[in-house]
């Protein structure tokens, strides 16, 4: 599986964005999907993650009632709907894939993961 985060950019606070992951490969529907994001000195943190129907999604605390991830497995495609933005989420956004079941805010359990996509909020 391969993926393509899309969708950064620069936006002031209290503002919106959607980030897409565009994923290549077979089965796209069989994996775990989740967002993750570094910002600049800091290390890459858990946002979000999606199981493969899409029946459970998690958040970290942060986030929670601001983003929402999504999927559409028909486009083999991963969003996420960020709102009420802040200068703290500025990062760069990464999408991985991993088939694996529990531990989803765990980076260990992704085998796949994009390029990432700069968010900047300014404030």
């Known amino acids: 599986v391969q993926l393509q985060a899309s969708g950064g950019g620069l936006v002031q606070a209290g503002g919106s964005l959607r980030l897409s992951c565009a994923a290549s490969?077979?089965?796209?529907?069989?994996?775990?999907v989740g967002w993750f994001r570094q910002a600049p000195g800091k290390g890459r943190e858990f946002v979000t993650s999606l199981s493969q129907t899409g029946s459970m999604r998690y958040y970290a605390d942060f986030v929670k009632g601001r983003f929402t991830i999504s999927r559409d497995n028909a486009k083999n495609t991963v969003y996420l709907q960020m709102s009420s933005l802040k200068p703290e989420d500025s990062a760069v956004y990464y999408c991985?894939?991993?088939?694996?079941?529990?531990?989803?805010?765990?980076?260990?359990?992704?085998?796949?993961w994009g390029q990432g996509t700069l968010v900047t909020v300014s404030s």
């Open positions: 991985a894939a991993g088939r694996f079941i529990g531990g989803y805010s765990l980076m260990n359990k992704y085998d796949f």
């Open positions: 490969g077979r089965n796209f529907s069989t994996y775990v």
